[in-house]
């Protein structure tokens, strides 16, 4: 027998039996990755603070809980999304809003763009916002269809994370009001404390098409740092479901955000390696990836306000003298100023109002 969550059936009833203006989040992260978890966390804490009325409804590529093949499993998704929209389609209010969740689905592997511009055709006359988005495109095909999308909608919003994001959107969304904006979790940086003793290099190291340096190459880097205390993790957790991330999101969270603030220094390939970082107030260096994400994300980390909190680093070897400069220095503390969230995050939705 098909049957989806548990979750899934009750988002449908609040869709259904609820009377308040709804504020649904598109593709939100079903995954273990900490650092989507944590945009969500903060996109639902902005809706909080700026709609108090409306109700917060998650969607997304929903997948079933069975232990399917693939083809089922894929048949499966595909109804209890179209059975979503069917739902939305019944219920969906004028003043109701659309909100993509931020990341990386604006390139040609992920299908988060695929939600996006569904929502655009079905439901023309509701506002979209898009929160930020790396936007790295390269199939004509593919472009063409969503500049087409993006064209035909007059009620979208894109928020783009970089300037390269931010230019090839205006190259395909010439029509649509763009907005320049820093990942969202950046609004925890310079809200939190900590008292800890601190100690040793902390390695936040990806494993994924989008890695740069080999893991051999980070192993060696790691041994240069001798008998030092030092410990290489993944923001992206093994083995934790979905409903255990629901429950305790926010906890599961500053608990990683707390590991990185018992070390002198961070190194990371992550860019939300490099702003748990900066949450935690340790600093960072932050190596290349494979694309444009790492090297455009830490230029939004102006140098009067973070100073060498936050650094790039053009090689391994670049990384470790950096590291070094950092450790050798042990009086020192920093404490990161809350420069996103009053430059920002505070101030987006009156922009949003003027648009």
């Known amino acids: 027998m098909f049957y989806v969550s548990r979750c899934y059936w009750k988002r449908i009833f609040s869709i259904l039996f609820s009377a308040r203006n709804k504020v649904y989040v598109l593709c939100h992260p079903i995954h273990s990755n900490l650092g989507d978890q ?20 998650h969607l997304g590529y929903l997948k079933p809980t069975l232990n399917l093949s693939n083809n089922a499993r894929s048949l499966l998704t595909e109804f209890s999304y179209r059975l979503t929209l069917v739902v939305l389609k019944l219920k969906m209010k004028r003043n109701d809003i659309l909100l993509g969740h931020s990341g990386y689905f604006m390139v040609d592997h992920h299908n988060g763009w695929k939600m996006f511009t569904d929502m655009m055709g079905y439901f023309p006359n509701n506002r979209m916002l898009i929160f930020p988005q790396t936007i790295n495109f390269h199939t004509p095909i593919i472009q063409q269809f969503v500049s087409n999308c993006f064209a035909k909608n007059k009620n979208t919003i894109l928020l783009c994370r970089d300037k390269i994001s931010y230019k090839k959107a205006q190259e395909l969304f010439s029509s649509t009001p763009l907005l320049l904006y820093p990942d969202i979790v950046t609004s925890l940086i310079g809200t939190k404390s900590y008292n800890t003793e601190r100690e040793g290099v902390l390695f936040c190291m990806r494993d994924d098409i989008e890695t740069f340096y080999k893991e051999e190459e980070i192993d060696k880097l790691m041994g240069r740092f001798g008998s030092l205390r030092k410990e290489k993790v993944d923001t992206t957790l093994k083995g934790v479901p979905c409903e255990e991330l629901d429950k305790h999101r926010d906890e599961i969270i500053y608990g990683m955000i707390s590991k990185f603030a018992t070390y ?12 748990f970082s900066a949450i935690a107030n340790t600093p960072v260096i932050v190596l290349n990836s494979a694309d444009h994400k790492l090297s455009s994300g830490v230029k939004w980390f102006p140098e009067e306000e973070y100073h060498d909190a936050v650094q790039y680093a053009q090689s391994l070897n670049d990384a470790y003298l950096k590291a070094q400069a950092i450790l050798s220095q042990k009086d020192r503390t920093y404490k990161n100023p809350p420069y996103f969230r009053n430059q920002y995050w505070d101030k987006l939705k009156d922009i949003l109002d003027k648009k």
Not at 38 to 56: F, G, R, V
Not at 264 to 275: E, F, K, N
């Open 264 to 275: 002198r220094v961070v190194i990371t390939d992550r860019y939300h390696g490099t702003i």
């Open 38 to 57: 944590a945009q969500l966390m903060c996109t639902d804490k902005w809706i909080k603070e700026n709609y108090p009325s409306y109700q917060i409804i």
